[in-house]
């Protein structure tokens, strides 16, 4: 007979997000969750069985597991108890800093076997399972330094670990993961395609011609549904991507502002200039100096 079900949850606050401990000291079966989100889990302890229509997983410590957003999975907890309760944690971060973190990855010159790395052959789904240990690892640095360092660089600390694992995550098939995700908005496959074309290549020449031709349709048809989909016409998208990435570059600080301006597709750093300051209401010298002071 299964004792009184009882989950124990503990929440560390994160300057992203939180990170929580989930203690279960009993045997129970068929719980039901779900987030609205994706988090990242891991166990800790124990032994959980996880299954939902598309997924039945045996969750042992050691593993790492991205459960699919906004659908019911049920739990079965079968050896818990008072003295040998299963833990199990849950990082979740705020979504805009999420999708922030994969763009500055994923565009970030040191990781540009992420940029181009063929795509897995494997089906991608709407969930993530992995088992590798330096993942495993750093994501149980962030636990520890929740008890064990109390001191003024902690924040400092957080964040380093959090990027280390977003990083090693990005490395892994979890990037399709996340990039599917981002990319859902966009209800037309053919408009997916030639927004992440644009995004993947936005340092080269880009024309409309090509990306009509990628997208298997008439101009006419394509400029209405790339409007439709993205609020923007395919020459502002790649405008304002060229903006966004240099952003990204002059965040980093690892560039000038003309090397910037040419790796962001720019033909002239005047051009850049006055385009950045047309989208942004800055200049990109003036939003250089505020970044060196975030």
Do not use: W
């Amino acid at each position: 007979m299964q004792g009184k079900f009882i989950e124990r949850g503990t929440d560390y606050p994160l300057k992203n997000g939180k990170l929580s401990i989930y203690e279960t000291n009993c045997s129970c079966k068929d719980i039901q969750f779900h987030f609205n989100q994706y988090v990242l889990t891991v166990m800790l302890s124990g032994h959980k069985t996880i299954v939902s229509d598309n997924l039945k997983l045996e969750f042992f410590p050691g593993m790492l597991f991205i459960p699919e957003k906004e659908v019911i999975n049920h739990v079965s907890i079968p050896n818990a108890s008072i003295y040998n309760p299963t833990k199990c944690l849950v990082l979740e971060l705020n979504p805009s800093f999420l999708k922030k973190a994969y763009e500055e990855i994923l565009y970030s010159e040191a990781n540009e076997t992420i940029l181009h790395k063929s795509p897995s052959s494997a089906e991608t789904t709407d969930y993530f399972i992995s088992n590798d240990q330096l993942l495993i690892q750093a994501f149980m640095r962030l636990y520890d330094i929740q008890s064990q360092d109390h001191s003024d660089c902690k924040p400092l600390v957080e964040d380093l670990i959090i990027k280390e694992i977003l990083y090693r995550l990005f490395n892994t098939q979890g990037i399709e993961l996340l990039k599917n995700s981002f990319e859902k908005s966009i209800p037309d496959a053919n408009i997916r395609k030639v927004t992440s074309y644009i995004r993947h290549n936005i340092g080269q020449k880009l024309t409309i011609e090509s990306l009509t031709n990628m997208a298997g349709m008439g101009q006419t048809t394509f400029f209405k549904l790339f409007k439709e989909s993205t609020g923007a016409t395919p020459i502002e998208y790649i405008l304002q991507e060229r903006i966004r990435q240099a952003k990204i570059m002059i965040q980093k600080g690892r560039l000038n502002l003309q090397e910037i301006a040419f790796k962001s597709g720019f033909n002239s750093y005047e051009y850049f200039c006055s385009s950045f300051k047309k989208l942004e209401n800055i200049k990109p010298s003036e939003f250089k100096k505020q970044e060196k002071y975030v």
